[in-house]
């Protein structure tokens, strides 16, 4: 998958599958689809305002910096367990 479209679509496709109230990794996703978790955080930056951004979440389960607060808020309304900033991914990671 080497056209950039491609990679982007691949990545909206999989983020579109998160459940409510679940989240994922930039990593997590970027293994199902075959790039890294920075390629992820791209796609998802630049044109990801269509599918459910807010339920991709860091390895550590903290959100980045610029959309953090608006992040946490949204996760909060689907039930996404959070504890000191952090989305327990034990609970609340996709795909198992």
Excluded: H, K, N
């Amino acid at each position: 998958m080497t056209d950039p479209a491609d990679v982007d679509e691949a990545v909206f496709d999989v983020v579109e599958r998160i459940p409510p109230g679940r989240v994922s990794t930039y990593g997590a996703i970027g293994r199902l689809v075959g790039v890294g978790p920075r390629r992820v955080a791209r796609a998802l930056s630049a044109g990801g305002g269509a599918v459910p951004w807010y339920r991709v979440v860091r390895a550590d389960g903290t959100c980045a910096e610029p959309v953090r607060v608006r992040q946490l808020g949204l996760l909060a309304a689907e039930g996404v367990p959070v504890r000191g900033g952090r989305v327990d991914l034990g609970a609340a990671g996709w795909p198992d």
